[in-house]
Nanobody, 114 residues
């Protein structure tokens, strides 16, 4: 059974920073991409950032230059450093891991107040 445990969400003032972490445990074989998605109230879930096993990164236009995704393959952990946060970044952030299957974390709330 694969589990993804997320941490690092919370409440922050606009302009502040947060760092999200997602640790994958269980039987994990051939992890390919690891990524972060978010879902704001009344909106569809959207891709925030994704990183491949070779380190290639892709970001949503709305977070480019402010967010940085990284991963530690030895720990099966993916991180999302979020700087210069804006109120529109407020959402539930979900970790996603893709290998032979796709797994999702339980979500962590990020709230940015103005």
């Amino acid at each position: 059974q694969v589990q993804l445990v997320e941490s690092g969400g919370g409440l922050v003032l606009a302009g502040g920073s947060l760092r999200l972490s997602c640790a994958a445990s269980g039987i994990i074989v051939s992890i390919n991409t690891m990524g972060w998605y978010r879902q704001a109230p009344g909106k569809q879930r959207e891709l925030v950032a994704i990183i491949t096993s070779s380190g290639a990164r892709n970001y949503a236009d709305s977070v480019k230059g402010r967010f940085t995704i990284s991963r530690d393959n030895a720990k099966n952990t993916v991180y999302l450093q979020m700087n210069s946060l804006k109120p529109e970044d407020t959402a539930v952030y979900y970790c996603n891991v893709n290998g032979l299957a796709s797994w999702w974390g339980q979500g962590t709330q990020v709230t940015v107040s103005s």
